[in-house]
């Protein structure tokens, strides 16, 4: 995940996402754009310019879409090297023909900062920064060197020079701007769609571990009799089938229970699955349940459910488990020795709330806590505490979109002083964490989810 989400910051992945058949229209486009524009000087305005040579950069963009649509397939992914020279080309083209058409004087200039908006969406760092410098490059050239307007009188058409150097210092500012700007909004989404990829590939993953789960409980419940009566007839037949004619009955009843048993592992996974009792548990159940992988790492984690017999029973989702699994690991990787799990409950609403004694969440980043891939730089003790932990802030983002998806509302905050100094009793100082659903959420005995209670389906029959 680290390698990947790396990738789509540095926009290695992004540039190789663009179609060639999506440039070839956008370029037809800007084609059609120019051509209209280069009529209306000629025929509307009576403009005096090279047309000759106007119309040929246009033709030049022209074959070279022709040559890209008969010489390559339109669905040809272009790599970075392609695509910084399609936009290359177009900067170029674009930056030719203002020269022959007033330079800055032409309010079309602005259109520049279109082909460095779009490497810094789908370029790399380097690529956009190449290109970013180049249009500056021709930006500025084009105050002293350009071919001016004239009318059909051939009075040149000029504008202010204080407003000539505007424009050069408004384009600059958005070439510089964009870039950025783009930038920043294409990798925030790129590194969203991953982080939320990975959340959907965990929430599947506990899926099927809860459809698993059904699977066994359906098996040794609907096995245990079959197979009992195999084990007790086949030690039957060791012992009597020599001297004992009358013990192919037991061969048959072998034979029959050996058949049941084949329908019982054919249905198995569609009853599994609909076992009732698999898709509620009291809340303490599921949070010990999300906890157990991580009861025998050398922390202490304690659970106060408060009044266990009057607890609420709720529905077991793959999401409430996985995200709070992902909370108490996270308390449990940064803890000191002591991780503390609470839960108390109202008509209204429902409460989880995970701490520890560790120290805590880093003040500047609480408010970016859930946001994937949030990167800080980590000191030799967390190195020792969690060797291989990138802290890209992904396993969070995860807990988070999980919950948030089953109705809960998420809190993160810091204890008294982290960095007090120790006493013997271990304190709760460190992260705190707090989960909050409406109880209608989640309860599985009433309200609009409650599950509808009956007999659970024989397997087998």
């Not at 040149?156 to 070439?175: E, M, Q």
């Not at 790492?297 to 408060?306: N, S, W």
């Not at 609420?312 to 803890?335: K, Y």
């Not at 008294?416 to 304190?427: G, I, L």
Request: charge should be negative.
């Amino acid at each position: 995940m680290t390698d990947f989400s790396s990738e789509l910051l540095s926009g290695e992945r992004r540039s190789n996402w663009i179609r060639l058949r999506t440039i070839i229209l956008v370029r037809w486009v800007a084609i059609f754009g120019q051509i209209i524009a280069l009529l209306i000087a000629q025929f509307a305005f009576d403009l005096e310019l090279e047309y000759g040579l106007c119309y040929l950069l246009v033709g030049v963009s022209v074959i070279g879409n022709l040559i890209a649509m008969f010489v390559f397939p339109e669905n040809k992914l272009l790599s970075e090297s392609e695509n910084a020279f399609m936009i290359m080309f177009d900067l170029l083209q674009l930056s030719f023909l203002l020269f022959l058409t007033g330079g800055l004087n032409n309010p079309f200039s602005v259109l520049v900062v279109g082909p460095v908006t779009i490497s810094a969406s789908v370029l790399s760092v380097r690529s956009t920064l190449l290109i970013a410098a180049i249009a500056i490059v021709l930006v500025t050239a084009m105050l002293e060197f350009y071919l001016p307007l004239r009318t059909q009188q051939y009075f040149i058409l000029r504008i202010p020079d204080v407003f000539l150097y505007g424009n050069w210092v408004a384009i600059v500012i958005a070439i510089l701007f964009s870039s950025v700007y783009s930038r920043r909004v294409v990798s925030e989404m790129a590194s969203m769609s991953g982080a939320l990829a990975a959340t959907q590939m965990a929430l599947s993953r506990e899926q099927k571990l809860t459809d698993l789960g059904g699977v066994v409980a359906a098996a040794a419940h609907e096995l245990g009799t079959p197979l009992a009566t195999i084990k007790l007839t086949s030690a039957e037949l060791i012992e009597e089938l020599d001297d004992r004619p009358d013990l192919q009955e037991d061969a048959a009843l072998i034979r029959e229970q050996a058949n049941r048993c084949r329908d019982i592992l054919q249905s198995m996974g569609r009853a599994g699955k609909d076992d009732l009792h698999l898709r509620m548990a009291p809340l303490s159940t599921v949070i010990e349940d999300a906890a157990e992988p991580h009861l025998e790492r050398g922390k202490q984690v304690f659970f106060d459910h408060h009044d266990i017999e009057e607890g609420p029973t709720i529905l077991r989702r793959p999401e409430i488990i996985h995200g709070l699994r992902n909370l108490i690991q996270n308390a449990v990787d940064f803890s000191a020795s002591t991780v503390w799990v609470d839960s108390e409950w109202t008509d209204e609403r429902i409460t989880v709330r995970i701490m520890d004694d560790g120290r805590g969440y880093p003040s500047h980043l609480i408010g970016r806590i859930g946001d994937p891939f949030v990167r800080r730089r980590r000191t030799e003790r967390d190195r020792k505490q969690r060797p291989g932990y990138e802290g890209m802030g992904l396993g969070l983002f995860i807990a988070k979109t999980l919950l948030e998806r089953s109705g809960a509302e998420l809190s993160f905050a810091n204890g008294s002083d982290s960095f007090a100094p120790r006493t013997d009793e271990p304190s709760r100082t460190g992260a705190i964490v707090e989960v909050v659903w409406p109880r209608a959420a989640i309860d599985a005995i009433r309200g609009e989810h409650a599950v509808q209670m009956g007999q659970n389906p024989v397997i087998g029959k």
